[in-house]
C-alpha cells in the first residue's frame, strides 16, 4: 500500500515549544505534502517537497525529506495554541493518499 | 490559489434516500478529481480516482454501484451516495489536479448525516 504511517498519532506540547512529526512511506512518490486539518473541517495545505529536494522552509514550518528512508518530517517551531489541529502526510504518486495523521495539542 | 468548491458543506437525509455532493474547480479544469471519506479522529481514505470522461477507479472495498461518481465536465464531478444508511454518515473531501502538476486542491468538504 501507498499510504503513509504518522509518528506520534498524538502529541501534546507546551506554546513555545517545537513540535515534530514524522511520516514514512514504502513506494515511489512523486512528492509529499503536509496538510492541516481542524476538527471538523476541510484540509489546508501547508507544504510540498518534490521527491529531489531534501528540505523545504516555510514560515515557521520546515520539512525534510529522505527518499533513501522513504521517510518525511514536518517541524513546526515556536508553536502556537492556534497551531491545534491534526496534520496529515499526503503521499503523490499514481494517486493521492494520506497518511494517519497526528493529532498536535498545543497548551497554552 | 487555485479554488474547488464543493456543495453541500452538510446534508441530512432519511435512510434509504440518495444524496449528491457536488465538487467544482471554480479557476482550473480539472482533469483528475480525487473522493475521500473520513470518519471521526481518522484520516482520509481514498474512496475512488476520476478522469474526465471516463468511468472512476474505486479503491478495495468501496461498493461502485453504492458511490456513484460522475465526471462529466473538467470542472465538475459529483458523488451520489445511493440508498443511504446510517453507517454512511461521514464526511467526503473531494480533491482536483490539474494535468502534470503535482498538487491536487481540496474542497471543503461535506458533512453527511443519514438518520
Known amino acids: 500500500s501507498q499510504q503513509g504511517e504518522e509518528d506520534p498519532q498524538a502529541l501534546s506540547i507546551q506554546e513555545g515549544e517545537n513540535a515534530t512529526m514524522n511520516c514514512s512511506y514504502k513506494?515511489?512518490?512523486?512528492?509529499l505534502q503536509w496538510y492541516r486539518q481542524n476538527s471538523g473541517r476541510g484540509l489546508v495545505h501547508l507544504i510540498l517537497i518534490r521527491s529531489n529536494e531534501r528540505e523545504k522552509h516555510s514560515g515557521r514550518l520546515r520539512v525534510t525529506l529522505d527518499t533513501s528512508k522513504k521517510s518525511s518530517s514536518l517541524l513546526i517551531t515556536a508553536s502556537r495554541a492556534a497551531d491545534t489541529a491534526s496534520y496529515f502526510c499526503?503521499?503523490?504518486?499514481?494517486?493521492?493518499?494520506f497518511g494517519p495523521g497526528t493529532r498536535l495539542s498545543v497548551l497554552p | 490559489g487555485a479554488v474547488v468548491s464543493q456543495h453541500p458543506s452538510w446534508v441530512i437525509c432519511k435512510s434509504g434516500t440518495s444524496v449528491k455532493i457536488e465538487c467544482r474547480s471554480l479557476d482550473f479544469q480539472a482533469t483528475t478529481m480525487f473522493w475521500y471519506r473520513q470518519f471521526p479522529k481518522q484520516s482520509l481514505m481514498l474512496m475512488a480516482t476520476?478522469?474526465?470522461?471516463?468511468?472512476?477507479?474505486?479503491e478495495q472495498g468501496v461498493e461502485k454501484d453504492k458511490f456513484l461518481i460522475n465526471h462529466a465536465s473538467l470542472t465538475l464531478s459529483t458523488l451520489t451516495v445511493t440508498s443511504a444508511h446510517p453507517e454512511d454518515s461521514s464526511f467526503y473531501i473531494c480533491?482536483?489536479?490539474?494535468?502534470?502538476?503535482?498538487?491536487?486542491?481540496f474542497g471543503q468538504g461535506t458533512r453527511l448525516t443519514v438518520v
Open positions: 499526503a503521499l503523490y504518486g499514481q494517486n493521492f493518499v
Open positions: 476520476s478522469n474526465e470522461g471516463s468511468k472512476a477507479t474505486y
Open positions: 480533491s482536483a489536479r490539474v494535468l502534470n502538476l503535482p498538487e491536487a486542491f
Open positions: 513506494t515511489s512518490i512523486n512528492n
